[in-house]
């Protein structure tokens, strides 16, 4: 279970970077409109990527907690 949230962790990672990169190249180019898209995108993968680690960090503290007790 640890490794799947792991794995949908750097999904969230990867998917935030292509956004920004994207965002980026959008400007370059002068597409301000689609810019705004891409950053929107960014933001919702940053998001997602903080939550997803959040809950990996408490899945981990949970597991390390019940290995104590044993």
């Known amino acids: 279970m640890?490794?799947?949230?792991r794995i949908l962790e750097l999904v969230w990672l990867f998917m935030g970077c292509l956004g920004i990169i994207m965002c980026i190249y959008s400007?370059?180019?002068g597409d301000n409109k689609g810019a705004i898209y891409f950053l929107i995108f960014f933001l919702a993968s940053g998001l997602m990527y903080a939550v997803r680690r959040k809950q990996r960090m408490k899945f981990e503290a949970s597991q390390k907690s019940k290995e104590q007790k044993k």
């Open 27 to 29: 400007t370059i180019i």
């Open 2 to 5: 640890n490794k799947t949230f």
